[in-house]
């Protein structure tokens, strides 16, 4: 695709559920980085893949937070037992290295 | 720890304004400065800046670093509704990370 693509681009799920957050990056990017926004904050770093050296994971907050990048492309951000704390906008961006980033539009999460 | 701290947190002014939105960072081993524009979810690229002095520019919106007193500037001329935003700055450094600040959200009224 021509952008970095996020799904859901809504995802409302109860306290205590695990969600799957899915990004996938401009074709050729190597660098992958998801932030998580909560309101009126900044962007809050999570983690990111190089190509096939192992993730940056230290911006995960907690033990329920994971993420995955398989075959350099397709990245999914898993959180388990989801609290409401985690309520947030999720965001996905890809880039050359690590270069300009271009962001995806998001996932608003949403935690009952 | 690197930090990036913005200024003013928002910002309310009338059409054909000029603006000035400020970022300021500390940082160790300092690679770039970068602006985003964040309309609705997704943060688009505006500028950015690896050295002094030298500015940047794109229509009604320039920048400018100062890598001296650790700060960057953010004007906008002749400001229009299509200009309401927040806008981002961010430093990078030779880690991984993107350092973001919480940005300067920016209402035009008509």
């Known amino acids: 695709g021509a952008g970095v693509s996020q799904s859901p681009s809504n995802k409302v799920t109860e306290k205590g559920k695990d969600v799957e957050l899915r990004c996938d990056p401009i074709?050729?990017?190597?660098?992958l980085y998801w932030y998580r926004q909560s309101l009126g904050q900044g962007l809050e770093f999570l983690i990111y893949?190089?190509?096939?050296?192992?993730?940056?994971k230290s911006g995960l907050p907690s033990d329920r937070f994971s993420a995955e990048r398989t075959g350099g492309s397709v990245s999914t951000l898993t959180i388990q037992r989801t609290q409401q704390e985690d309520s947030a906008v999720y965001l996905c961006?890809?880039?050359?290295?690590?270069?300009?980033?271009?962001f995806g539009a998001g996932t608003r999460l949403s935690v009952l | 720890e690197d930090k990036v701290v913005q200024s003013p947190l928002s910002l309310v002014v009338h059409e054909g304004d000029t603006v000035t939105l400020n970022c300021s960072y500390e940082?160790?081993?300092?690679?770039?400065l970068l602006w985003y524009k964040q309309e609705k979810k997704a943060p688009t690229f505006l500028f950015m800046l690896?050295?002094?002095?030298i500015e940047k520019k794109s229509g009604r919106l320039s920048s400018i670093l100062d890598k001296k007193e650790l700060f960057s500037i953010l004007n906008i001329t002749a400001t229009q509704t299509g200009d309401s935003a927040i806008y981002l700055c961010?430093?990078?450094?030779?880690?991984?990370?993107?350092?973001f600040g919480t940005g300067t959200s920016l209402t035009v009224i008509p």
């Open positions: 893949f190089q190509g096939n050296s192992a993730p940056d």
């Open positions: 940082v160790t081993n300092f690679r770039s």
């Open positions: 961010a430093e990078t450094a030779t880690g991984n990370q993107f350092y």
């Open positions: 074709s050729g990017h190597t660098a």
């Open positions: 961006a890809s880039s050359v290295a690590k270069n300009i980033q271009y």
């Open positions: 690896t050295s002094s002095g």
